[in-house]
């Protein structure tokens, strides 16, 4: 079944012109495991693995959602500058809307929050993509929000695969026509506040 998502997914890449970064060798991800102590989810590493490790462009939606996917060296190069510790747990479960509570605010906007996720792409105006390594929702994307748009964290409920893959059902229907939408960031994964507006 993951080997007809990888194919799926290659083939659309295809169809787009889309030039694929290289590939990272299972052994580099082995390597980054024991240091670590931890475990990557398997799609992510399938990710990395199979299609390419990264697609990081200075170009919307280029070579990926939005300015793209980091390679895994960028990915904690990144969790490193922030100080988020990629060992421990993720808490949060569901989506946490902080905007206007104060006490929310405070507990919530600092790095620890984001301990047991990595960042794996950048929606712009200060939203990340970050994949849950850690946790009860391990494997998820999770977007930690700034906007005024939805102040708070946000689950994609979708993993990386399924929400690059969404993004290239996105470029080929669209092109890089961007669609109106409540909650617009959580476009590629499968979350019910995501509204279109007509």
């Known amino acids: 079944m993951m080997k007809a998502k990888i194919n799926r997914i290659l083939k659309k890449m295809d ?5 694929r970064e290289q590939k990272i060798d299972i052994k580099n991800i082995i390597n980054f495991e024991k240091y670590f102590n931890i475990k990557f989810p398997e799609t992510y590493v399938l990710y990395l693995t199979e299609i390419q490790n990264g697609g990081y462009s200075e170009k919307l939606h280029d070579k990926g959602p939005y300015y793209g996917i980091y390679s895994l060296e960028k990915s904690i190069e990144e969790n490193k ?14 989506d ?8 929310l ?14 960042p794996i792409c950048e929606y712009g105006c200060g939203d990340f993509f970050r994949l849950i390594i850690n946790g ?4 998820e994307i999770v977007i930690d929000s700034g906007t005024l748009e939805g102040f708070g964290y946000y689950f994609m409920n979708v993993d990386i695969l399924t929400f690059f893959e969404n993004w ?12 109106k939408a409540n909650y617009s960031f959580l476009e590629f994964g499968n979350n019910i506040k995501y509204k279109i507006v007509e």
């Open 105 to 118: 605010i405070e507990k919530y906007q600092n790095t620890d929050t984001l301990n047991g996720t990595i």
């Open 15 to 19: 169809k787009l012109n889309i030039n």
């Open 96 to 103: 946490l809307e902080i905007e206007g509570n104060e006490f």
């Open 168 to 179: 290239l059902d996105h470029k080929i229907k669209y092109g890089n026509k961007l669609i």
């Open 81 to 94: 500058k922030w100080e988020v510790n990629i060992c421990e747990n993720f808490e949060l479960t569901d």
């Open 136 to 139: 009860k929702r391990r494997g």
